[in-house]
């Protein structure tokens, strides 16, 4: 018995079809076997988003001439500046089936984002649904200086899931002095739940 | 030999090659584990702390969410893992870690995110995230 090169090419691209094709990639068709529990797999019970404050977009502007700084916020208000007014924070839900903890910190601090003479810049949070945190562990509805340290500050111990109250909202203020750094500015907020 | 001979016995060649390969790929594999996997595309940020499911909620244009897997071998030799994803979720799913082997007792945690780009479609992404896990013999991976 004799192969002619011919099937011989047509047998060793299939086996190395096999090989490679089904060695590799396509488990798919023979899926579904645990032979032994080889691993301990654990989900967190913990995630974290990021959102650009640039997605806040307070557009181009600058300090009134004759004026050390301008102020302006999520909350609508521009002083000093010729910056738009905006309205609209961050709102943050949960939308799981537990209660969590909330942190939240910034990417850059006051002087990395912004630059110059005392930059400020602030978060608030306050619940946009009622009671959808339950153990406030920062003053709510003051402004509060932006930590960049390990998760953050801990906002809330205890966010509830009820669809009607788990909504928090997070505002920014930001005080731009007239020597501040030059085009646009960007930062990166990162809320982090822990599932309680 | 004939033609009309040949022929039989090349399908019996190829099955047998066939069989022996899923031989091989059957004891490789050491175990396979499926997790669900999902994420919202909306217009707010939300959480979706499952435990039981890689979840990663609600993001929305520029958002990352981030979950974390630990991976622990307990079998008592090294074994090879990868980690493959299915279903929608997969164009938007990144892992920070793939295709690494883990000695016995080793553990090892594991990042997935996903990101919203700006031309995605407002709406839920399901799909599977799937562990596999081979006998690392430096053949089959």
């Given at each position: 018995m004799v192969f002619s090169s011919k099937y011989f090419i047509i047998t060793l691209v299939f086996l190395l079809f096999l090989i490679f094709g089904l060695g590799n990639n396509s488990m798919t068709l023979f899926t579904g076997k645990v032979t032994q529990s080889a691993l301990n797999i654990t989900i967190s019970s913990t995630a974290s988003i990021n959102f650009s404050v640039n997605s806040i977009y307070f557009g181009p502007g600058s300090v009134d001439v004759g004026k050390n700084k301008a102020t302006i916020d999520t909350l609508g208000?521009?002083?000093?500046?010729?910056?738009s007014s905006i309205s609209g924070g961050f709102i943050l839900n949960n939308i799981g089936n537990s209660n969590l903890g909330l942190y939240i910190k910034s990417g850059k601090t006051a002087s990395e984002f912004i630059g110059g003479t005392n930059p400020e810049y602030?978060?608030?949070v306050r619940n946009e649904e009622t009671n959808s945190c339950l153990d406030e562990t920062v003053t709510f509805n003051s402004w509060i200086a932006v930590n960049t340290s390990g998760y953050g500050d801990k906002i809330c111990s205890l966010m509830g899931y009820d669809n009607n109250n788990d909504s928090i909202r997070i505002d920014i203020k930001l005080a731009?002095?007239?020597?501040?750094l030059q085009g646009e500015r960007e930062d990166i907020f990162t809320a982090?739940?822990?599932s309680l | 030999m004939e033609k009309r001979n040949k022929i039989p016995v090349i399908i019996i060649v190829l099955l047998a090659l066939f069989?022996?390969?899923l031989f091989f790929i059957r004891w490789n594999l050491v175990e396979e584990r499926v997790i669900g996997s999902s994420f919202i595309f909306?217009?707010?940020v939300?959480?979706?702390l499952n435990s039981s499911a890689l979840t990663f909620g609600m993001i929305k244009t520029g958002s990352t969410s981030t979950r974390t897997i630990e991976i622990k071998n307990n079998k008592n030799q090294e074994v090879y893992v990868s980690i493959y994803s299915k279903g929608?979720?997969?164009?938007?799913?990144?892992?920070?870690d793939n295709d690494f082997s883990l000695s016995e007792g080793q553990n090892k945690t594991v990042s997935f995110s996903v990101t919203a780009k700006n031309d995605t479609e407002k709406k839920k992404y399901d799909g599977f995230v799937i562990i596999r896990v081979r006998r690392f013999n430096g053949f089959f991976k």
């Amino acid at each position: 018995m004799v192969f002619s090169s011919k099937y011989f090419i047509i047998t060793l691209v299939f086996l190395l079809f096999l090989i490679f094709g089904l060695g590799n990639n396509s488990m798919t068709l023979f899926t579904g076997k645990v032979t032994q529990s080889a691993l301990n797999i654990t989900i967190s019970s913990t995630a974290s988003i990021n959102f650009s404050v640039n997605s806040i977009y307070f557009g181009p502007g600058s300090v009134d001439v004759g004026k050390n700084k301008a102020t302006i916020d999520t909350l609508g208000n521009v002083i000093d500046g010729n910056w738009s007014s905006i309205s609209g924070g961050f709102i943050l839900n949960n939308i799981g089936n537990s209660n969590l903890g909330l942190y939240i910190k910034s990417g850059k601090t006051a002087s990395e984002f912004i630059g110059g003479t005392n930059p400020e810049y602030y978060y608030m949070v306050r619940n946009e649904e009622t009671n959808s945190c339950l153990d406030e562990t920062v003053t709510f509805n003051s402004w509060i200086a932006v930590n960049t340290s390990g998760y953050g500050d801990k906002i809330c111990s205890l966010m509830g899931y009820d669809n009607n109250n788990d909504s928090i909202r997070i505002d920014i203020k930001l005080a731009i002095p007239s020597d501040a750094l030059q085009g646009e500015r960007e930062d990166i907020f990162t809320a982090t739940g822990i599932s309680l | 030999m004939e033609k009309r001979n040949k022929i039989p016995v090349i399908i019996i060649v190829l099955l047998a090659l066939f069989f022996i390969t899923l031989f091989f790929i059957r004891w490789n594999l050491v175990e396979e584990r499926v997790i669900g996997s999902s994420f919202i595309f909306g217009e707010r940020v939300g959480f979706d702390l499952n435990s039981s499911a890689l979840t990663f909620g609600m993001i929305k244009t520029g958002s990352t969410s981030t979950r974390t897997i630990e991976i622990k071998n307990n079998k008592n030799q090294e074994v090879y893992v990868s980690i493959y994803s299915k279903g929608e979720i997969s164009d938007f799913l990144k892992v920070s870690d793939n295709d690494f082997s883990l000695s016995e007792g080793q553990n090892k945690t594991v990042s997935f995110s996903v990101t919203a780009k700006n031309d995605t479609e407002k709406k839920k992404y399901d799909g599977f995230v799937i562990i596999r896990v081979r006998r690392f013999n430096g053949f089959f991976k």
